[in-house]
């Protein structure tokens, strides 16, 4: 027994250096492992080794999801739970269209910017930058009361700084709450808020180029917040509030008018009352005054067109398989137009302007944007063709009776935005339908062009009117009280020295060239323009 034991003993003593052999092989094999990946990683460039967490964290998290979001064994979850799921899925959607939106506020920074003067650029950016906080504060305060609050047919009178009994993302009948008009989408309040609030910052953004290079930086702002707080809510709740306009059959699906014809009318108001740029017209005749950097400028049309495919199929406000239809007549809108005037401009003009490239997709853009759910994809083809040709020939007849107006913003959104809104009337498919775009109640009767007679034409043309006459007032009498308290515009030593010294203290490109000589008024035979019809300020 005990030599058992004995030979047992000697068998572990022998065995336990191979054991602590075979641990110190493993723990080498793992140290040269480790020495390999450090090695590996400290080869990658600094952007992928900051990825690397990244990764982690997702991987990490999609494996939380799919542990947490198993479905109970009797099936795919209970009926609130696939409530919760539609609800969630139309939230995010309502929220990233509405970040799309958001975005755009860079774009219409660049495209101002570039169409403009290189010593206004600090301007132009400072006050793209700022209109977008100052219509947060307006919209919450006052301007989403008026505009969807319940009240009566010309404004809201509840709601104020969102506050108010509601139970959103209840809707129809099962809604409670003060904010009735946009009961029909089943979201929580603040995602209705947010995606209603980027559209307001888009029609105060619209007159910043209008005014651009001899507008005060302080009226612009006083005015966008009244224009945020009170005209744009008003018209607004008229259309979208259920307001008079709603009720006789007026149809804007994403803001022709609401949004873009709004903000056009105020820009051609400001522009009208401010009086042209120094040296803009001489002796009866457009000098041009070249914007400085095209190249961003078309950055900005880029980032625009982007934009517009969470402003026109963000408007269902829900996850619903009209965004692909929607997306896809806001394209084709915006490519004719930009083809349309392309060519139209390349006859009138005598090339094919990269600005008037850009106006006519913006112009194509603009109109399709009320009719965009309510057209087949031919017609709004023609809508976009037809914007591209209106706008060439209204950025020059602006010009002509000296409405200086550096971005042609009165032409893409007014005018192209009354285009639009009128095609609603012409084009629409009328409820079911051959390609059942719509159901009853949720669109405009058959167009005019389709056999349906003048029925859903007559509301748009009176809603035109009305919106514009009653902007028109407005805007005019905030102008009017901003020039008598505080003088609307810089004076002409600024003017000529630039508003980016003169209203900021500061240089977009510092220790640049200006283009400009002492006069500050550019020399248009230096860029090898001549007097002739169609010389616009954004043109060469």
């Not at 105020?266 to 740029?277: E, K, V």
């Not at 398989?321 to 915006?334: D, E, G, R």
């Not at 944007?369 to 914007?387: D, E, K, M, Q, R």
């Not at 002492?518 to 230096?526: E, H, M, T, V």
Request: hydrophobic fraction near 50%.
């Amino acid at each position: 027994m005990k030599l058992k034991i004995k030979q047992q003993k000697r068998w572990r003593d022998k065995r336990r250096p191979y054991s602590a052999s075979r641990y110190a092989r493993s723990s080498v094999r793992t140290n040269t492992f480790f020495a390999q990946l450090h090695k590996a990683i400290k080869r990658l460039s600094p952007t992928w080794r900051a990825c690397i967490p990244l990764s982690i964290f997702i991987v990490l998290g999609w494996g939380y999801a799919a542990v947490a979001q198993d479905a109970p064994a009797g099936g795919l979850g209970t009926p609130q739970d696939l409530i919760d799921l539609r609800v969630g899925l139309d939230t995010l959607w309502v929220c990233v269209a509405a970040f799309l939106v958001f975005f755009m506020n860079a774009g219409f920074g660049m495209l101002e910017t570039g169409f403009c003067r290189q010593k206004n650029a600090v301007n132009i950016l400072a006050k793209n930058l700022i209109v977008f906080a100052l219509s947060t504060v307006a919209f919450w305060a006052i301007g989403f009361a008026l505009m969807f609050g319940d009240g009566n047919a010309f404004f809201g009178t509840n709601g104020w700084f969102l506050t108010g009994a509601d139970n959103s993302p209840a809707t129809g009948d099962a809604y409670q709450g003060v904010f009735s008009a946009l009961n029909w989408t089943g979201v929580p309040l603040g995602a209705k808020f947010l995606f209603q609030l980027v559209f307001a910052g888009t029609a105060a953004t619209i007159v910043s180029g209008a005014v651009a290079e001899r507008i005060k930086f302080i009226d612009f702002l006083i005015f966008s917040l009244l224009l945020v707080g009170i005209s744009y809510p008003i018209t607004g709740h008229w259309i979208w509030g259920g307001g008079w306009l709603a009720e006789a059959g007026f149809w804007d699906f994403a803001g022709s008018t609401v949004v873009h014809s709004v903000g056009g009318w105020a820009a051609l108001m400001g522009a009208a009352i401010l009086g042209p740029r120094l040296g803009k017209y001489q002796d009866g005749v457009s000098v041009a005054m070249p914007g400085h950097n095209m190249s961003i400028a078309m950055l900005g049309c880029l980032i625009l067109w982007l934009g517009w495919f969470g402003f026109n199929p963000g408007s269902t406000m829900a996850v619903s398989p009209s965004i692909a239809h929607i997306a896809l007549t806001t394209n084709i809108a915006a490519s004719t137009g930009g083809i349309a005037a392309t060519i139209v401009a390349w006859v009138y003009l005598g090339k094919p302007d990269l600005s008037m490239i850009i106006n006519g997709i913006l112009a194509g853009l603009v109109a399709i944007t009320a009719p965009c759910a309510f057209v087949s994809l031919p017609w709004a083809a023609v809508i976009g063709l037809i914007a591209g040709i209106i706008v060439v020939f209204s950025v020059t007849w602006f010009d002509k009776i000296h409405i200086d107006d550096p971005v042609g913003a009165t032409s893409v959104h007014l005018v192209c935005g009354i285009w639009g809104t009128l095609a609603v009337g012409l084009f629409a498919e009328g409820p079911g339908g051959a390609l059942n775009l719509y159901e009853e109640g949720a669109g405009p009767i058959r167009g005019l062009l389709l056999g349906g007679g003048f029925g859903s034409l007559w509301p748009q043309i009176i809603g035109v009117l009305s919106v514009g006459g009653f902007t028109v007032l407005l805007t005019t009498i905030f102008w009017y009280i901003l020039k008598v308290t505080l003088g609307i515009r810089v004076t002409p030593q600024e003017e000529i020295e630039g508003l980016d010294i003169g209203e900021h203290g500061m240089e977009a490109y510092s220790g640049f060239l200006k283009e400009a000589d002492a006069s500050g008024i550019a020399d248009p035979s230096a860029y090898g323009a001549t007097r002739r019809p169609g010389d616009v300020s954004s043109t060469y």
